[in-house]
């Protein structure tokens, strides 16, 4: 479902569990194991929507070790484009002076620069940046929230169709 030098793109319910899963992937990413498939031990850089003092509760309860850095809530308000550009870029630099593996976006709309998600336009001009920390060697998970109502395979997610199109893995 990850794989290195691609994005996948994880959609789910509000409230239902998906930091939750995360948080338990990232454990695993410290020592291997096996989380629907095998994880090979690696670090990872989170983007996180929730705050720091959550993160630091979910680290000790969980275990999660200092193979995993969080950058929390890394924007006061939403980023303007050229903001978001440095900020990918600087990411970038941390995969490659860190050797991270895996960098995640929970959520990604709480980071991008797009006031419309259902804008195809601006959603691809904030994901295609995103190529610039795959091409530094890490695999990249947007974690995401479905759109209203029933949706056909391979578009439950909300927003613009540029999304689920622009991921490797859905």
């Given at each position: 479902?990850?794989?290195?030098e ?19 992937l ?29 993160w ?22 939403r ?11 600087h ?58 109502g ?21």
């Amino acid at each position: 479902f990850l794989a290195r030098e691609h994005t996948t793109l994880f959609s789910g319910l509000w409230k239902a569990g998906k930091t939750t899963l995360l948080a338990h992937l990232l454990r695993l990413c410290g020592i291997g194991g096996n989380l629907a498939g095998r994880i090979d031990p690696c670090k990872a850089l989170v983007v996180s929507e929730e705050s720091r003092g959550l993160w630091v509760r979910r680290r000790d309860d969980l275990g999660i070790g200092d193979h995993v850095a969080v950058l929390s809530r890394p924007f006061l308000a939403r980023p303007r484009y050229g903001e978001w550009l440095g900020f990918i870029d600087h990411l970038a630099g941390l995969v490659r002076s860190d050797a991270y593996k895996l960098v995640v976006f929970d959520t990604i709309t709480s980071a991008w620069p797009v006031p419309d998600e259902n804008d195809a336009a601006a959603v691809l001009s904030a994901l295609t940046p995103l190529h610039g920390l795959t091409a530094a060697g890490a695999a990249v998970l947007l974690v995401h929230h479905p759109r209203k109502g029933d949706a056909g395979e391979g578009q439950a997610a909300r927003g613009s169709g540029a999304l689920p199109g622009f991921v490797d893995i859905i």
